[in-house]
């Protein structure tokens, strides 16, 4: 297995790393935004990134990979362009939203949890963003909250993203 050796912050990242210490008591209470600062970089968190973070820190690989699993917002295996997350917990259960993860299957051929295969979208689920009074709701790319959705108002977000090209 790698040692995440080959995998490095470019020297942006890196400066920001630093800067960002100063604002923390220890390396440790850093952990959750010099993860975000390597999925912006990286992408996605895959093993290496993980260990690699984990020796940039000098934290056990094993408290790194805890956190990592733990957290919704970080991805372990790649995601697409747009990553749309649909808040299923009760606000937005009750008020339709598995509908709306319905609609969005469908109307992209991927089950939850999965991405097209042209990269394009990923469809997740996300617990309660905080957003219940405008339920049905979802976060697109940790992002931009879209609310009071309904099955024709995400298809035709699906088809605004289809379209762009940023
Ligand atoms: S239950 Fe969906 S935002 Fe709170």
């Keep these: 297995m790698s040692d995440g050796s080959q995998i490095e912050f470019s020297e942006a990242a890196l400066a920001e790393y630093r800067e960002l210490l100063t604002h923390y008591p220890t390396r440790r209470a850093a952990l959750l935004p010099t993860l975000w600062i390597a999925q912006r970089e990286f992408g996605w968190l895959t093993p290496e990134v993980q260990e690699y973070v984990a020796r940039l820190m000098e934290l056990p690989v094993a408290h790194v990979s805890a956190v990592v699993s733990f957290y919704t917002m970080f991805h372990r295996k790649p995601v697409g362009k747009w990553h749309l997350e ?74 605004e993203l289809v379209g762009r090209d940023d």
């Design 86 to 159: 649909v808040c299923t917990n009760l606000s937005c259960r009750l008020r339709g939203a598995d509908r709306i993860v319905d609609a969005i299957r469908k109307r992209l051929g991927v089950e939850v949890g999965e991405t097209t295969a042209d990269g394009k979208f990923t469809l997740g689920t996300a617990e309660c963003l905080a957003s219940c009074g405008t339920a049905p709701m979802l976060q697109l790319n940790h992002d931009l909250f879209h609310e009071n959705l309904t099955e024709e108002s995400v298809l035709k977000l699906i088809d």
